[in-house]
């Protein structure tokens, strides 16, 4: 079955610290990845996609994300946090094996960052 | 390019009411689908549409239904509103075929309130 998953509700870091969003997931092909972001009333919005290639992809607003096939992970980085980076992220996968629908996303991790 | 557009912005209706919520995609892509997400929660999902035909749906009962149209455009009825139906609903489109890797484009959504 087709999974992922959002250990955490929510994450607190200082501004200019650097900040980690975890996202685990299970598919039995091969993973299509993605990082969403929600901020406040608004529509999600695309980040980055992990499909094939190098294990840390670069996204929108500094973000990254490092793909573990070992350790079935797609965790979003940002070197430094900024107080504007404070939303609603998902994390989401998609099974590149099958054909139709097949996009999960997670419950979503709230970033707070404090200045 | 023009990105995903949703309307209206807001809706206010009557529990027993119906509601129809609009969505255009992004030009070139085939595939709709729409998410109910309360109280800035998770995303729940409810319909995809693609190529004019529902491909798949959410555990929602029957009276949250819809279409999509020859131009791709698409139309979320909810009948019978219950005030639990109050809820942010969200339109996203992707590209379909060999070639996409189906990341999703997200419009900003229609506030439903149902009183």
């Known amino acids: 079955a087709q999974s992922v998953a959002q250990p955490e509700d929510q994450v607190n870091v200082a501004e200019g610290n650097p900040l980690t969003v975890k996202c685990t997931y299970s598919?039995?092909?091969?993973?299509?990845l993605f990082w969403y972001v929600q901020y406040p009333n608004r529509g999600l919005q695309f980040l980055l996609k992990y499909i094939t290639g190098d294990n840390l992809v670069k996204g929108s607003y500094g973000f990254e994300a490092e793909f573990n096939k070992s350790q079935t992970s797609f965790h979003l980085k940002k070197p430094s946090a900024l107080v504007s980076d404070s939303a609603l992220y998902f994390c989401?996968?998609?099974?590149?094996?099958?054909?139709?629908?097949?996009?999960?996303f997670g419950a979503g991790t709230r970033l707070f960052v404090k200045a | 390019e023009a990105g995903v557009t949703q309307s209206p912005t807001h809706l206010i209706k009557t529990r027993g009411q119906q509601a129809t919520l609009r969505c255009s995609p992004i030009?070139?892509?085939?595939?709709v689908y729409w998410y109910q997400q309360a109280l800035g929660l998770g995303l729940q999902f409810l319909l995809w549409y693609d190529e004019g035909e529902e491909r798949n749906r959410g555990n929602f009962p029957p009276r949250f239904s819809g279409r999509q149209f020859p131009n791709y455009s698409s139309e979320l009825n909810v009948n019978a509103l219950e005030l639990e139906d109050s809820a942010l609903y969200l339109c996203a489109s992707s590209e379909q075929g060999a070639l996409s890797s189906y990341e999703q484009y997200f419009g900003p959504g229609t506030r439903l309130t149902v009183t």
């Open positions: 030009s070139g892509h085939t595939s």
């Open positions: 598919v039995s092909g091969n993973p299509y």
């Open positions: 989401a996968v998609r099974d590149g094996n099958t054909g139709g629908f097949k996009t999960i």
